[in-house]
């Protein structure tokens, strides 16, 4: 392989924003030719690589004001066209509506297509028109990387078949990290403040906790996603006069220096595809209470008891237990930290990189057979 594309929305800081700025900056070190195709440029992106090509795949000034159905398929026109001008080895689309779109401009073509599953297909996936759209794109797929077994099992054989289970790598940053001998007496969390992460769950939960435990605090870093949720967690505080306890500490370029001040760390989302956050909490060695979520993100990578306690999805009186089992267990927060902390083995870049490799290179190979 010698040159490869990337397609996605755009790059602002998220889960697969996040993976494919990674993947893009490392298969630019071993001197292969990287292109990522985005839809739009966002405030808060992650950064690529100066040898790294961004090429802008999304609508024009002029194209504003056309109707949806136009702009539909100027968006296929103008990725058909990126893909025809730079030719890659392979295009790799990350996420729904760009896996349609890769598809749809270069299925056809002599360029490989990989598409890439990063959320739970249930709720995503099955819609009518996604129905159809899977039915009629995705036989032209050369490949498709899944996260969970979950997701894999989603789908029809002839996916399943030409496919590659690979997890997400984790910014080396968040490696061998030591923790503080003497953390301070808090929970923490980090992501996007977004619905489906359930931050007000953690939140009415820790209420429940302070109860027991007045002297800990909740720590929630991350960036508003203005989708409401952070007028929830406001309006959440507000009504408990939580003010004291129940920090939202806003997006963190440090978060390495942040969580690991923690003494457990929480995660409550309802659904996701392979939580970056919750890697980033193992890899720092955190002591962990997680929610056991579809489509089995957080039980590919944690055995309950071992690793991480594992509890049922919005359920807060399971969360409020675990949260206390591990501040009243240090024993048992130690050993589940430093079993966490062992992440680095399957995610370090190094392993994952090879991974995406020798996966594209055996795609490209098989399609040109």
Not at 3 to 27: D, M, P
Not at 30 to 45: F, R, S
Not at 226 to 231: A, M, R, S
């Amino acid at each position: 392989m010698k040159s490869i594309a990337f397609h996605l929305n755009c790059l602002v800081q998220g889960g697969a924003e996040r993976v494919v700025s990674n993947l893009a900056n490392q298969f630019a070190k071993e001197g292969i030719k990287v292109y990522v195709a985005t839809e739009w440029y966002d405030k808060d992106e992650f950064e690529l690589d100066k040898r790294v090509t961004r090429v802008h795949v999304g609508l024009r000034p002029k194209d504003e004001k056309k109707n949806r159905v136009t702009k539909f398929f100027l968006r296929i026109k103008y990725l058909k066209e990126f893909v025809k001008e730079y030719h890659p080895d392979v295009l790799v689309a990350f996420a729904q509506r760009a896996n349609y779109r890769a598809l749809m401009a270069a299925g056809k073509s002599d360029i490989p297509v990989v598409i890439s599953i990063r959320t739970d297909p249930v709720g995503h996936y099955d819609a009518l028109s996604d129905k159809i759209q899977i039915k009629w794109l995705f036989d032209r797929a050369a490949g498709c990387v899944f996260q969970t077994t979950g997701q894999r099992e989603f789908f029809k054989p002839y996916l399943q078949d030409n496919s590659a289970i690979i997890l997400n790598p984790v910014n080396p940053k968040y490696f061998g990290v030591k923790r503080v001998d003497a953390p301070e007496k808090s929970v923490v969390h980090h992501a996007r403040l977004v619905d489906f992460k359930n931050q007000p769950l953690l939140c009415e939960a820790f209420i429940e906790v302070h109860k027991k435990h007045p002297d800990y605090v909740l720590k929630i870093y991350g960036p508003d996603s203005f989708d409401g949720t952070k007028e929830i967690l406001d309006k959440i505080i507000a009504e408990n006069h939580a003010e004291d306890y129940i920090l939202l500490m806003g997006g963190s370029d440090s978060l390495e220096k942040e969580i690991i001040k923690g003494e457990v760390y929480a995660f409550t989302s309802d659904w996701e595809g392979l939580p970056n956050s919750l890697l980033e909490a193992m890899a720092m060695g955190m002591p962990i209470v997680a929610t056991d979520c579809p489509c089995g993100g957080p039980r590919t990578v944690m055995r309950d008891g071992e690793n991480g306690l594992l509890v049922p999805i919005k359920d807060k009186d399971a969360i409020v237990n675990g949260i206390n089992r591990l501040i009243e267990d240090k024993e048992l927060a130690d050993r589940l930290g430093r079993e966490a902390a062992r992440i680095e083995e399957i995610t370090n870049g190094d392993a994952i990189f090879v991974q995406w490799r020798d996966y594209l290179d055996k795609v490209i190979a098989d399609f040109h057979k």
